[in-house]
């Protein structure tokens, strides 16, 4: 699986956009980005995933650059409830072994009342 | 619907004890697994399993059994407990090879 690189912590006032970024420079044609996060002792939670297409649900926005070398994830209107780690995973396409999911150090996002 | 339902929330064990983790779903998931957080680190894979009778080792084994008898069930087995297992431990399940995993809520085990 491809390695990503995120910042260890972000700020974001409450109400803002928070934007977290990922870099995932050596990721292959099939390999998919996805975003969890997990709040403080509570098990990690799928947030949204892609793989070359800007994705959005109810949760957040999933910005992939063109080249698929970074990607960004969008928390429209950040709650003091957002206030987590996000970990941002590259993985394979389902069947062999690629189908595990390798959780980095994540970025500590703080939403500041 | 209960998701991923992990028994205990908490224990404390002395060393060289033994002990199961227990991991149920019912979401009808045949992809299940098993991960350690120690603090301020990411999640460690322990084992896995892509259906019933059949399961493998992740990055993280050594000291931990599992055992898949059924869809619903995956239960983690500490034989001899030691400290460096002191940790939280994470159960989750998926559909197929789906990477949209839902954990459950976690064991917080403490060995002395």
């Known amino acids: 699986d491809a390695k990503t690189t995120q910042p260890p912590s972000m700020d974001c006032a409450e109400g803002r956009a928070a934007n977290l970024p990922c870099n995932h420079s050596?990721?292959?044609?099939?390999?998919?980005v996805y975003w969890y996060r997990q709040i403080h002792s509570q098990g990690p939670q799928y947030i949204i995933h892609g793989l070359k297409n800007n994705e959005t649900n109810e949760m957040a926005s999933l910005i992939i650059t063109e080249d698929r070398k970074s990607s960004t994830l969008i928390l429209p209107h950040a709650t003091l409830r957002d206030t987590a780690v996000y970990y941002c995973i590259v993985r394979g396409n389902s069947g062999g072994s690629n189908y595990k999911l390798t959780f980095g150090k994540g970025t500590l996002l703080t939403v500041n009342p | 619907n209960a998701g991923v339902t992990q028994t205990p929330k908490f224990r404390i064990l002395k060393i060289g004890q033994s002990m199961t983790l227990q991991c149920a779903q019912d979401m009808n998931h045949n992809y299940m697994y098993w991960y350690r957080q120690d603090p301020g680190m990411g999640l460690k894979l322990i084992y896995y399993?892509?259906?019933?009778?059949?399961?493998d080792k992740g990055e993280v084994p050594n000291g931990y059994n599992v055992s898949r008898s059924t869809t619903e069930d995956f239960p983690l087995r500490l034989e001899l407990a030691a400290p460096s297992q002191t940790s939280v431990y994470f159960c989750?399940?998926?559909?197929?090879?789906?990477?949209?995993?839902?954990f459950g809520s976690g064991t917080r085990l403490t060995v002395v």
């Open positions: 989750a399940s998926s559909y197929q090879g789906s990477g949209g995993y839902t």
């Open positions: 050596t990721i292959s044609g099939n390999e998919y």
């Open positions: 399993s892509v259906g019933a009778g059949i399961t």
